[in-house]
């Protein structure tokens, strides 16, 4: 009697469980999965539209949830439109590590703690699984432009389809009152691809080939992409070839650029730089061919050994560098033309025997050019048709905001949600409130921004 007690009992203690813990998890991990994605905004790119220190509730299934086990999506209900705040996966980021889908699987997603990998070939003394804690990231931007629109920036105003975008969506905002020649200020105008366009890969600008490079990084995750630049002098590479002045422009996205230049010509900032500002030094072809080829590069040692599981964070890098590689090329060029041209030839004059200069045909100039090979799982491409609608994304901060006019169009496969409703809102970017200091948490209620709970967005 007793031991059919204790069996009732033990049954009713896991159904109990059953129905009281496991079905809730397992209901809020596919809510999770296909239904919502909570997002946090992490910087001020957004404002005033949205603040940092919001939280929002996007919606997954509207755009299409992801398939489990796959690099598919189900059917989206409706594509994003102009207007929309939309989150997806920054394009700049790898989706595996070291951007290689033959040798990593990815095992789970572990929500705020980023995504975990299984590798297939680790190096001697490193683990088999691998964590990328930060990535891929996500981003939260409003579209404003859909594929076959045509869109420009001067000075700091959109313009879409030729109308300049005055009034913005979101009570969007300029703070700069200077302008530069930044992909922030100026952007020539240029068509958003639409399904079924061939690009040429020699008929583009190189930063326009990094971008067409990131479009097909997005459309094919299963396959490696990679971009192979090279340096040629009169039909003879020469990829070790030391540019004497490189120039390039200060801008905030041409940090990784600068710092090299400063290192390799060990010098000492004398005044202050501002944007717009242009310095000049050495600088070797094989920094911008290496960038090109690995396009992310690490910030925490690859050959790391020991451990559990080995960590890997990626830093990518923006197209305007190879912009800045290809202007100095030109430059190189124009220099060797105009040399050739004013170069004297001696010879002897037929009125008497004196020796004397005289005008000849402009000799021939050395001639530099760039080749580049860009490849899909390792067979080389001339062009590539587009498979899947882009989209132009922009933060409503205009002039703070690290947006497509940096890195390029979002492919429709790296959409997550549609942002839809703030649910929490907390202010603390002076930090006076800490978790981990008791003696600040007097201030929560003083700091929740009760005003914005429950806002539905786009904030219009």
């Excluded at 124009?334 to 004196?354: G, I």
Aim: glycine share 8%; net charge negative; proline share 6%.
């Amino acid at each position: 009697m007793e031991s059919e007690k204790k069996e009732v009992e033990k049954k009713s203690f896991f159904k109990s469980l059953f129905s009281g813990v496991v079905v809730p998890l397992l209901l809020c991990l596919i809510i999770i999965q296909y239904v919502i994605q909570a997002f946090q905004i992490p910087s001020g790119s957004m404002e005033d539209s949205l603040k940092t220190g919001d939280f929002l509730l996007g919606l997954k299934f509207t755009y299409g949830s992801p398939i489990p086990f796959s690099n598919k999506k189900f059917p989206s209900i409706v594509d994003p439109k102009p207007g929309d705040v939309v989150i997806f996966r920054y394009p700049g980021d790898p989706e595996y590590p070291d951007g290689d889908p033959e040798r990593y699987t990815h095992l789970f997603n572990a929500l705020m703690f980023g995504n975990v990998y299984w590798d297939h070939n680790p190096e001697d003394g490193q683990p088999h699984l691998v964590h990328y804690a930060d990535g891929p990231k996500d981003y939260i931007k409003r579209c404003v432009g859909v594929s076959g629109d045509t869109l420009a920036v001067h000075r700091g105003r959109l313009y879409v389809n030729g109308v300049r975008q005055d009034s913005l969506p979101g009570h969007g905002k300029w703070t700069s009152l200077s302008r530069t020649l930044s992909p922030r200020d100026e952007r020539e105008t240029f068509v958003v691809p639409s399904v079924g366009d061939t690009i040429y890969v020699d008929s583009v600008s190189l930063e326009k080939l990094w971008w067409l490079r990131s479009i097909i990084a997005q459309e094919n995750p299963d396959e490696p992409v990679e971009l192979d630049l090279s340096l040629w002098k009169d039909g003879v590479e020469i990829n070790n070839y030391d540019f004497e002045n490189f120039k390039m422009p200060v801008e905030n996205d041409r940090g990784l650029a600068m710092n090299e230049l400063f290192r390799r010509n060990r010098q000492m900032i004398q005044h202050r730089l501002v944007q717009g500002d242009t310095i000049s030094g050495a600088m070797t072809f094989n920094f911008y061919r290496e960038l090109a080829r690995m396009a992310y590069l690490p910030m925490i040692d690859p050959h790391a050994k020991g451990g559990m599981v080995r960590n890997v964070s990626y830093i990518g890098f923006e197209g305007s560098l190879l912009q800045d590689l290809e202007g100095n090329v030109a430059m190189l060029n124009r220099e060797m033309e105009s040399a050739a041209a004013a170069e004297p030839v001696v010879a002897d004059s037929a009125a008497d025997s004196s020796v004397v200069e005289v005008p000849a045909a402009p000799q021939q100039a050395s001639k530099f050019e760039i080749r580049r090979k860009l490849s899909l799982g390792g067979k080389a491409m001339d062009y590539y048709v587009v498979k899947t609608p882009q989209y132009f994304m922009m933060g409503d901060n205009r002039d703070n905001s690290a947006d497509s006019r940096y890195w390029g169009f979002v492919s429709q496969r790296n959409l997550r949600a549609q942002a839809v409703i703030i649910y929490f809102s907390f202010e603390n970017e002076d930090e006076a409130f800490s978790l981990g200091n008791p003696f600040t948490w007097w201030r929560i209620p003083f700091r929740i921004r009760w005003s914005r709970i429950g806002k539905v967005i786009p904030l219009i």
